[in-house]
């Protein structure tokens, strides 16, 4: 399985931007993907989730401002993220299959993960 995220950049705060991760290898469709990022000098921590059925998660920290939805016909997780701030300066990873979706919130779960994309926001 591999997993290939994009879509990071330099955005100023109260900017926009969309992540996409692209699965392969895999029946994408079957599994909860999730997305996680990891600030500087800090531990990776949970951003959002989609179970194969389309419940969402998100972090209290996210929440109203970011948004994951998926398309199985293109394997393909996303994640806009609005009225961004530069606290959501981080690198971006996306993750596939925590073995039971209940599980979503556990990085260590999560079976495989796509290289990370870089978000950075400007004051």
């Known amino acids: 399985v591999q997993l290939q995220a994009s879509g990071g950049g330099l955005v100023q705060a109260g900017g926009s931007l969309r992540l996409s991760c692209v699965a392969s290898?895999?029946?994408?469709?079957?599994?909860?993907m999730g997305w996680f990022r990891q600030p500087p000098g800090e531990e990776r921590e949970f951003v959002a989730a989609?179970?194969?059925?389309?419940?969402?998660y998100y972090a209290d920290s996210v929440k109203g401002r970011v948004t994951i939805s998926r398309d199985n016909a293109k394997n393909t997780v996303y994640l806009l993220m609005n009225t961004l701030k530069p606290e959501d300066t981080a690198v971006y990873y996306c993750?596939?299959?925590?073995?039971?979706?209940?599980?979503?919130?556990?990085?260590?779960?999560?079976?495989?993960w796509g290289q990370g994309t870089l978000v950075t926001v400007s004051s």
């Open positions: 993750a596939l299959d925590p073995g039971n979706y209940l599980y979503y919130r556990d990085p260590k779960k999560y079976r495989y």
């Open positions: 989609m179970t194969s059925s389309g419940i969402p």
């Open positions: 290898g895999r029946t994408f469709s079957s599994y909860t």
